[in-house]
């Protein structure tokens, strides 16, 4: 049993935890990821990376400010990488068609975006098919978002992986599941099978996992995996010219011909395997708005579970009553747009105690008993 004064704790090694070890140790921190098995294995390894634009930091939206700071984010996040690694994640802007059933309600869509100050063109169907040939006929309005990106989360994950090492983080893997130790209203220690973490902070960023290491602090986080199916396919570089998205399903082409189909929204529970019906829905989906890819080679499928909260939000901050316990997790559909942000403002919180945006609606404490402040949205 080994025994370490650890600096900062981030408790789960997906993106956000990454993200948020790599920008503590830029700061001169002493920073250890504890993962309870491989780092960037779970939601943020399958996930599409899409990453929609934003610019409205100090929106009335919590999902808006959030999403536009993270936006800001992800640029000096790469020059970051770039620095330290040299290597390329993927990241690129590519572009998103958002698919809408009428003309009107590609304007409204469009207005809305135009709004938080984002580029936002209507299509309609004829230009959409110019942009676009190989959509279905069935399809005659969309919104084109020029500045919308994409990231390759699998090497972006490697590359923040390579960072956080070259940078000095120390990560242990295959930990299990640690538990945490209290005393006089702080976190004493961490303790993992085979050794003891006497840490200065701590911040759970274990993604779907986060509800259960709440409960002992009385906080009813509300997060739950909600399983998202994919289906990997080959069609071409540069067949399909962006993203296409249609209500909460999309096709996400990678410049080197890959083609993904995504994706399901299952709640149930920490199942992680694709079904027959989940992958035929999502080959379905895909035939009716490109019919060519019924010839497109099936590369591999996969499912991940997204840290679902009723609102589809994150919590975000320190939990009361506890002076150096933080919590980064549970962003649903968009942990890896949201990471650069989520980041900035956790370093921001734990060293400086306060947070570069607003963090109103996305309080750690808003679905325990009693506290509950946001809108009432339950899916
Ligand atoms: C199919 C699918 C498509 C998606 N598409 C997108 C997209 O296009 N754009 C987007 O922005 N987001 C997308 N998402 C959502 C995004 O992937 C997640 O919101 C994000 O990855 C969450 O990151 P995380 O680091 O919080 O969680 P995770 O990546 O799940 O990481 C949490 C880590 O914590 C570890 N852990 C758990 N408990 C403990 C413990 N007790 N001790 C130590 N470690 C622990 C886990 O093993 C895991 O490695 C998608 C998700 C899925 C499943």
New binding site residues.
């Given amino acids: 049993m080994s025994h370490t004064g650890s600096g900062i704790v981030l ?8 993200t948020t070890a790599l920008l503590l140790r830029q700061r001169g921190v002493e920073v250890t990821v ?18 929609p634009p934003g610019r409205a930091m100090t929106a009335e939206s919590a999902e808006v400010r959030l999403r536009s700071f993270s936006c800001l984010c992800w640029s000096e996040l790469n020059d970051l990488l770039q620095r330290l690694t040299g290597a390329d994640n993927g990241y690129r802007i590519c572009g998103s068609c958002v698919l809408a059933d009428a003309a009107e309600e590609a304007e409204r869509e469009a207005a809305r975006w135009a709004s938080e100050g984002v580029l936002a063109e209507v299509l309609d169907g004829g230009s959409l098919r110019q942009r676009f040939p190989m959509l279905s006929a069935a399809c005659s309005a969309a919104v084109w978002l020029p500045e919308f990106a ?1 990231v390759r ?1 699998p090497w972006h994950l490697q590359i923040l992986r390579s960072a956080c090492e070259s940078a000095g983080v120390s990560i242990v893997e295959n ?1 299990g ?2 538990s945490l130790e209290c005393g006089s209203g702080r976190i004493t220690a961490v303790r993992t099978a085979d050794r003891v973490l006497y840490p200065t902070a701590v911040c759970l ?6 509800g ?2 709440l409960e002992q602090f009385g906080v009813q986080s509300r997060i739950k995996p909600i ?4 289906v990997l396919m080959r069609v071409g570089a540069g067949w399909l010219p962006g993203v296409v998205e249609c209500g909460r399903r999309y096709l ?1 082409p990678r410049h080197d011909g890959l083609l993904l189909a ?2 399901t929204e299952e709640d149930v529970g920490f199942c992680r395997e694709n079904t027959v019906a989940g992958v035929r829905g999502l080959l379905e989906f895909a035939c009716e708005l490109v019919p060519e890819l019924a010839v497109a080679p099936i590369v591999k499928t996969w ?5 679902g909260t009723p609102d589809g939000l994150p919590l975000l901050g320190r939990v009361a009553g506890c002076e150096n316990l933080y919590v ?2 549970g ?9 650069p942000g989520t980041a900035r403002i956790l370093c921001d919180l734990m060293l400086d105690g306060r947070s570069p945006i607003s963090l109103e609606g996305l309080q750690v404490e808003r679905f325990s008993a009693g506290v509950w402040k946001g809108a009432s949205c339950e899916r």
Avoid at 37 to 47: H, K, P
């Fill in positions: 408790l789960g090694g997906g993106v956000v935890g990454l504890v993962e309870r098995s491989l780092i960037g294995r779970e939601a943020s390894w399958a996930g599409a990376g899409m990453l994409q989360n930990a599941d640690a960023t274990s993604g779907a996992w986060t259960g290491l399983r998202g199916q994919m996400v995504g994706s499912a991940g579970l997204r840290p980064g997790a962003h649903f559909r968009s942990g890896l747009q949201m990471s």
